[in-house]
């Protein structure tokens, strides 16, 4: 079965090398019990290392079968330590968070047979311990903790089983217990290898290899026939054929067949992929249950930074959406022509002295082609009373498409007239605060009020508006312009002039139209006047709260991202403290994909977990400043998907290093950890 040819290996500490094996040479047959003794630091730990898959040699060749391994990857050696080879440490190396069935269930998992778990229930069985199913490892005595550790080498079905000083920890009963079971084991077919220094326990096998300073010097066997010898029935060295088949075994369990995942059978109804993932998340849900404080403060940054980001893009949203109504009320594609401040010999005169608009400028800029609409504008203060109520308002003379142009379409009632603007009716539409002022929760629709002693009846309530930083939008009393001017205010001139342009791309062009008919019209200069562009000041606005949104949204990344380093730092935290797992895994088949897969798998569970946690906090916390502070806040689909994206990569980006170092450990080194 196994044919060493002068292996040696070497260990270095530092610049210093010290020889563990040298030039070994030996041949272990199919069914041999083969006991390997020697002082300490004689190198059979080392030896059986190699042998067991777990360690390469420095020179020398390794045969399984026919086929040479000592240049196999260590993907590969890892699948032969699964399927193989079976470990039973001196210091058991049972994972305390599992239970026996768990333990014993290792194996199987990263052989993708974890739907066999009556094969683990049924060597618990076979040891003695079907009792002990639930128990965790501190709950066993020590005997009982090795013959799980047995149990657990058994359950693949290997061909080998590699015994590390297997009684050294225990009373003479359990050794003799333990011993038993190693000997049934080779009764009936199981190859045994193991390393003792104890002679009682030697006496055990059929064969005893004795070392000193990394070499062999005796070999001999111990029922009369000597290594050298044609063995005899099952305890021989059959060896496998030109392809590598193995003694015992048939060709569909060759080496290559072995190396190439032949004998991997994923469950029922699922692909390897998908087995692979869900035993590895399973996995990781223990590893981060059976450690709730060090999970908490994982999830800490996380739940932190998520609740940051919802929380800020919300008051960000809310803030955007706010300026959004805002611009509404202003209208779109607008121009406001007025009046100017020029300057004559250097002195600057007040506005409209040089240049005052009339209702005929209103009608020649409604020609221009590049226009939709036209409202001539008037505005003072008035003094509104009805019956023994009275309030000091703002009053607006505009023109009929006022109501369209700035978004003033009345939610009760309706909009004056062009029959009602030329015969300058005194007709009205108040704001909401108006109506609340002088009307309470009356209707206001078709009341008869004096505005400046002057009677005018009420034909619509215009839309709620909100205040500004700089009035309120719904303190208002809205006229026609003709009215205002001849009949309330007393003016001849219109204080500004609204212009809807018909496309925002005509904008400039309406622009330059409008002020060369100005200066036509009005033989004034460009100064003498001004046009306003609304167009940019909604960018600006839109623009301006963009950016806000940006800086409340990098500042809660900017936590998120100190969150992900906490988890860098405690799942770096986590691969130290779990290096002799880490090795105990490897030693039972787990590949370096295996290991990097769970400890990234915990690491995205803990920031998803972490996640959500933060987006429930992060729209409690928008929900409060909102009823407390009365800010406006708006959550969205978007930014919960953002947030919670952006934990998971975080999870992922952060836990790539310590997974990519766990993956890396050797599991010689990582199993003597202290």
């Known amino acids: 079965m196994i044919e060493l040819r002068d292996i040696s290996k070497t260990y270095r500490t530092g610049k210093v090398g010290v020889q563990a094996i040298c030039g070994v040479s030996l041949k272990i047959g199919s069914g041999e019990f083969v006991a390997i003794m020697g002082p300490s630091g004689s190198g059979k730990s080392t030896l059986m290392h190699i042998l067991g898959f777990l360690d390469r040699p420095d020179s020398g060749l390794y045969y399984l079968g026919k086929r040479d391994i000592t240049k196999l990857t260590d993907n590969e050696l890892a699948t032969l330590r699964n399927k193989l080879a079976g470990f039973v440490f001196q210091g058991f190396h049972l994972l305390p968070r599992l239970n026996t069935l768990g333990n014993v269930e290792?194996?199987?998992?990263?052989?993708?047979?974890?739907?066999?778990k009556e094969n683990a229930r049924q060597k618990i069985e076979d040891v003695g311990l079907q009792h002990r199913l639930g128990h965790r490892p501190n709950e066993l005595s020590g005997g009982e903790q090795q013959?799980?550790?047995?149990?657990?080498?058994?359950?693949?079905?290997p061909l080998i089983i590699l015994a590390d000083e297997p009684t050294g920890?225990?009373?003479?009963?359990?050794?003799?217990?333990i011993m038993g079971i190693l000997r049934r084991l080779n009764q009936t077919g199981k190859t045994i290898i193991m390393v003792t220094h104890e002679s009682e326990v030697a006496r055990y096998a059929k064969r005893i290899i004795r070392m000193r300073d990394g070499k062999v010097i005796s070999d001999e066997n111990v029922s009369g026939a000597s290594c050298g010898n044609p063995p005899r029935k099952g305890t021989g060295e059959e060896v496998g054929d030109e392809v590598g088949t193995l003694p015992g075994r048939g060709p569909a369990d060759s080496i290559e067949n072995i190396l190439s995942g032949g004998r991997h059978s994923p469950r029922q109804g699922l692909s390897k992929g998908s087995a692979e993932i869900i035993d590895h998340l399973r996995q990781a849900l223990q590893s981060i249950t059976s450690h709730k404080l060090r999970t908490a403060l994982s999830m800490l940054g996380i739940l932190i930074g998520v609740s940051a980001v919802i929380a800020?893009?919300?008051l960000g949203e809310g803030a955007k959406e706010s300026i959004s109504k805002s611009l509404a009320t202003l209208g779109s594609n607008l121009l406001t022509i007025r009046p100017g401040s020029a300057r004559q010999h250097g002195v600057a005169l007040e506005v409209g002295a040089v240049t005052r608009f009339r209702l005929q400028d209103a009608d020649a800029i409604s020609k221009l082609p590049q226009v939709r609409r036209v409202s001539p504008v008037v505005s003072g203060r008035a003094q509104v009373v009805y019956g023994n109520k009275n309030w000091n308002t703002h009053i607006q003379g505009t023109g009929v498409d006022y109501a369209e142009m700035r978004a003033y379409v009345p939610v009760i009632g309706r909009f004056f007239t062009e029959e009602e603007l030329r015969m300058r009716k005194k007709v009205a539409l108040l704001g909401t605060t108006v109506v609340k002022e002088l009307f309470g929760d009356s209707s206001a629709l078709g009341a008869t009020i004096k505005i400046n002693r002057v009677s005018f009846q009420v034909i619509g309530v215009t839309p709620e508006k909100g205040a500004t930083t700089?009035?309120?939008?719904?303190?208002?009393?809205?006229?026609?312009?003709?009215?205002?001017?001849?009949?309330?205010l007393g003016k001849e001139y219109v204080d500004s002039i609204d212009v809807e342009v018909r496309d925002a791309g005509l904008i400039e062009e309406a622009q330059e139209s409008i002020g060369k008919l100005i200066i036509k019209?009005?033989?004034v200069s460009e100064d003498s006047f001004e046009i306003r562009n609304?167009?940019?000041?909604?960018?600006?606005?839109?623009?301006?709260?963009?950016?806000?949104a940006w800086?409340?949204?990098?500042?809660?990344?900017?936590?998120?991202?100190?969150?992900?380093?906490?988890?860098?730092?405690?799942?770096?935290?986590s691969v130290t403290e779990r290096t002799r797992e880490i090795g105990l895994r490897k030693a039972i088949g787990a590949r370096a994909k295996d290991i990097m897969s769970q400890f990234l798998i915990e690491s995205v569970v803990m920031t998803f977990i972490g996640g959500i946690i933060g987006i429930i906090l992060g729209v409690g916390i928008a929900i409060i400043l909102s009823l407390s502070a009365g800010w406006t806040t708006k959550v969205s689909g978007y930014s919960i998907v953002l947030a919670t994206l952006f934990s998971i990569v975080v999870g992922i980006g952060f836990g790539l290093w310590p997974a990519y170092q766990a993956s890396k450990l050797n599991p010689i080194e990582a199993l003597r950890y202290e």
């Open 106 to 116: 290792l194996p199987l998992i990263y052989a993708g047979k974890r739907h066999l």
């Open 147 to 157: 013959r799980i550790a047995i149990a657990r080498a058994l359950v693949n079905e």
């Open 169 to 177: 920890n225990l009373d003479t009963k359990s050794q003799e217990e």
């Open 312 to 314: 800020m893009l919300a």
């Open 470 to 488: 700089w009035r309120d939008q719904d303190d208002l009393a809205i006229m026609p312009v003709t009215t205002a001017m001849y009949r309330l």
């Open 521 to 523: 019209l009005r033989a």
């Open 534 to 548: 609304m167009h940019e000041i909604q960018e600006t606005l839109a623009s301006t709260t963009k950016t806000m």
């Open 551 to 573: 800086l409340l949204g990098s500042i809660a990344a900017i936590s998120l991202l100190v969150g992900g380093i906490g988890i860098m730092n405690i799942m770096l935290v």
